[in-house]
């Protein structure tokens, strides 16, 4: 009622507007704070501002009219009916992480909230712990208005320091740190029998035998986490391949490092991640061949962050002298791609029309000469772009031209010439890369920060993206087994400031109701899909789409729903079955996530496999298995005998293995002068340590001294500033005899007593020298 003056509380434990609402039948009430109008009929809010709808979704019944032409501010949403549109607080400079765990939020919440018995770790901080309580009051039906996320701030800050504090931080960085920690505390060793399944291995994406936090996750432009290989490919790299093609050589050229806001450095080492896995049975010969070359001891480990965002992208180098192509798969968790300018968009365009290569790789080089005077311009073409026409400022640059231009063949000369293992010298070349296998959820990362020696500047020309409809079949390899290449938006995050400082927002869309919302920190505001597409994107998130994946599930459903009475009952994988409810390519069936290589229960899982299967009818598992292949089929769960019996002589293999270690050093720290002392690698030791300890269940292999040794006039001597450790000479016959290895590495040799007649002869010597 206009003519009300009542100003009472609107909070859970005193709530005065709802007490005034039902008493006085005035159903809308107005807080005075943010300015938010909530209809107590309806439960829902109430928006001044006009809205155009282009795409009708249903909703509940609504009965309020208010007049049209005041717009609101974005305020807090008390209460929200629909799910996922709770805000978060911001904490102290925390927009960066508040805007990444709202974008990422949609993709993992249903393994979260589907599969919270899965989510288990003896890791600190346990971060995915955190994540979870995060989810689940997200989600909750009486959660307030916004959420204050302390616990997972905390234990990103424990294990990246550079979030510690209260500085501003990069969102991008954020979410590599958070990706990289959740997978490490929730990742699995993968089954053999699941790799080898379709009679072929399964490429791991690491080189040797590391563990998953020696090596660094950075996204594919930066080409550290790579797989290498002979040969090459046909059809789409016929303008680098020849007919012979051997070997392959270190990566001729990198790409330039993602440059972020208020960064030291790209902290590489903060950035750990392990990567997800290549299956070799959907590649064709010519790229398996790629695949299949490594030697060393691998270490397979997925989880559910690697299923959801890891893809994989196939390089090409060609020697322009001798005509030599190396290749390299490389696994990316984002792509990393360029703004190409006006210069860069006519080469561009130009060598898509005449076929040729094209030098992007260094596409945001060209705004380096503007600076200052290119953020002003850019802000000035923001207020009037509406006004002037387009032709005036230049075209347009569209996230397809950034895609094209990091796919762009790329000339290898001058200071990036190519090292050819054949030429063994730096030679001209040219790179080529294709996506190998497309991700479920497409990352992209639009680099719009540079850091100079003596300045840092933002490039904010506006890129057009597409809502719907986003095709990557240009940029695929023939050899992909990515069937489905078509990516609808699912959030975008968006920066607005300059290099030194500014703000991050998120724009997400609800999957309940299908309508964009702006998360603002606390404050969560409906917008149209219009501003969503004017937004000044930093980092997009993309899901893959199929109409086909959607009549599947209503087949699923309908099938469950007959009730139909069966002879058998089949328990199936609780994490596929999340997969074939979020995924549009869930892949084969897969039951090793809860049965061991002998097909039982492993009995570390024994104790919660109610949280990890589903009971089917036979009805639905026969139409699951025709349609996605895989299995193994599971009527009944039991234990393992056969790993009981495995675990058992492995913990006393453990305990002998320790005890006689401490008993043998207590022995040589006894001794006061011991006649020989090794040396042995730390290196090596820390991973035995690991071992019997029962924080690892592989043994560490052979003893490897070669990184604390030189050889010095053909003898081995211990190297200056190695990291070692001394033990005696029956320790290290010890260790030696259960795990070979070498070389040996003395620091005191044993002292030879000298002869008691050769003593006296020169005693005698001395003696007659002395007179004399």
């Not at 989510?119 to 901080?125: E, G, I, L, M």
């Not at 931080?169 to 958070?178: G, I, K, S, V």
Request: contains cysteine.
């Amino acid at each position: 009622q206009s003519d009300c003056p009542y100003v009472g509380c609107g909070e859970s434990y005193s709530d005065h507007s709802t007490l005034h609402a039902q008493a006085k039948k005035h159903n809308l009430t107005v807080n005075l704070t943010t300015f938010r109008i909530w209809c107590y009929v309806c439960e829902r809010e109430v928006f001044l501002e006009q809205r155009p709808t282009l795409v009708p979704v249903a909703a509940a019944p609504h009965h309020c009219k208010a007049p049209v032409g005041h717009p609101l501010k974005a305020v807090p949403i008390a209460v929200a009916e629909e799910e996922g549109l709770t805000g978060m607080k911001n904490i102290g400079n925390s927009c960066y992480m508040n805007a990444a765990l709202q974008c990422v939020y949609v993709p993992l919440s249903r393994f979260f909230l589907d599969c919270s018995g899965l989510v288990r770790t003896d890791k600190k901080p346990a971060l995915c712990k955190s994540y979870q309580k995060l989810i689940s009051e997200l989600w909750h039906k009486k959660r307030p208005s916004y959420v204050v996320p302390t616990s997972l701030s905390h234990g990103i800050k424990l294990v990246n320091p550079m979030f510690r504090g209260y500085a501003q931080q990069d969102t991008q960085e954020f979410l590599r740190c958070l990706m990289d920690q959740l997978h490490e505390e929730l990742k699995e060793p993968l089954a053999e029998c699941s790799m080898c399944a379709d009679g072929s291995d399964v490429d791991e994406r690491r080189d040797g035998d590391r563990s998953p936090s020696e090596d660094e996750f950075l996204s594919c432009d930066s080409g550290s986490s790579s797989d290498r290989g002979e040969g090459g490919g046909t059809g789409e790299a016929e303008l680098l391949m020849q007919d012979e093609c051997d070997g392959a050589p270190e990566r001729g050229a990198e790409e330039e490092p993602t440059s972020t806001p208020n960064t030291e450095a790209q902290n590489q080492e903060n950035n750990q991640f392990l990567l997800c896995n290549i299956p070799l049975c959907h590649v064709s010969p010519p790229a398996q061949l790629l695949l299949s070359t490594r030697k060393k001891k691998q270490s397979h480990y997925r989880s559910v962050i690697s299923d959801i965002f890891d893809g994989s992208i196939l390089s090409l180098v060609q020697c322009l002298t001798c005509d030599r192509v190396s290749t390299t798969v490389e696994t990316f968790q984002d792509l990393s791609l360029p703004i190409p300018g006006k210069e860069d968009l006519a080469k561009l365009h130009s060598s898509i029309h005449q076929n040729l290569p094209a030098k992007t790789g260094v596409c945001p080089d060209t705004y380096g000469s503007q600076g200052w005077i290119s953020y002003i311009m850019d802000s000035i073409r923001r207020s009037v772009v509406s006004c002037i026409p387009s032709w005036f400022w230049g075209p347009m640059v569209t996230l397809e031209d950034c895609l094209a231009a990091f796919f762009a063949a790329d000339e290898l000369k001058g200071d990036n010439m190519y090292s050819c293992e054949r030429c063994k010298k730096l030679r001209n070349g040219v790179k080529y890369c294709k996506v190998l296998r497309l991700p479920e959820i497409l990352c992209i990362h639009l680099k719009r920060f540079r850091h100079e020696v003596m300045y840092s500047f933002k490039i904010s020309s506006h890129v057009s993206f597409p809502l719907e409809g986003l095709d990557m079949r240009p940029f695929l390899a023939k050899e992909s087994p990515s069937q489905i290449t078509t990516y609808d938006l699912l959030s975008v995050i968006c920066h607005h400031g300059t290099a030194g400082s500014g703000h991050y927002i998120a724009y997400c869309q609800n999957v309940i109701n299908g309508q964009w919302y702006e998360f603002d920190d606390q404050y969560v505001t409906e917008v149209h899909e219009t501003v969503v597409q004017n937004a000044e994107a930093y980092v997009l998130f993309y899901r893959k789409n199929s109409e086909e994946s959607v009549r599947e599930r209503q087949k699923v459903v309908a099938l469950a729903n007959m009730k139909e009475p069966s002879l058998l009952q089949f328990y199936i994988s609780r994490e596929w079955l999340n997969k074939f409810n979020t995924f549009t390519e869930p892949g084969p069936i897969s039951n090793h996530t809860f049965l061991c290589q002998h097909g039982g229960i492993p009995p570390n899982k024994y104790h919660y496999i109610d949280d990890l299967v589903v009971i089917l009818p036979q009805n639905v598992w026969e139409y699951l298995y025709n349609s996605f292949g895989g299995g193994p089929a599971v009527n009944h769960l039991y234990m393992c005998a056969i790993c009981q019996v495995e675990i058992e002589a492995l913990a006393k293999r453990r305990k002998v293995e320790i005890d006689t270690f401490i008993k043998l050093n207590k022995e040589f720290q006894a001794e006061e002068a011991p006649t020989v002392i090794l040396c042995i690698s730390m290196q090596w030791f820390r991973e035995w340590e690991s071992f019997v300890k029962g924080k690892d269940n592989e043994p560490p292999g052979p003893i490897d001294n070669s990184k604390i040794c030189v050889m010095k006039g053909g003898h081995i001597q211990l190297k200056q500033g190695a990291d070692y450790g001394q033990i005696s000479e029956e320790t290290w016959q010890y260790l030696l005899g259960i795990y070979g290895g070498g070389p040996e590495i003395a620091v005191r040799q044993t002292v030879v007593p000298a002869d008691p007649d050769s003593l006296h002869g020169e005693r005698k010597i001395e003696a007659e020298t002395r007179a004399l």
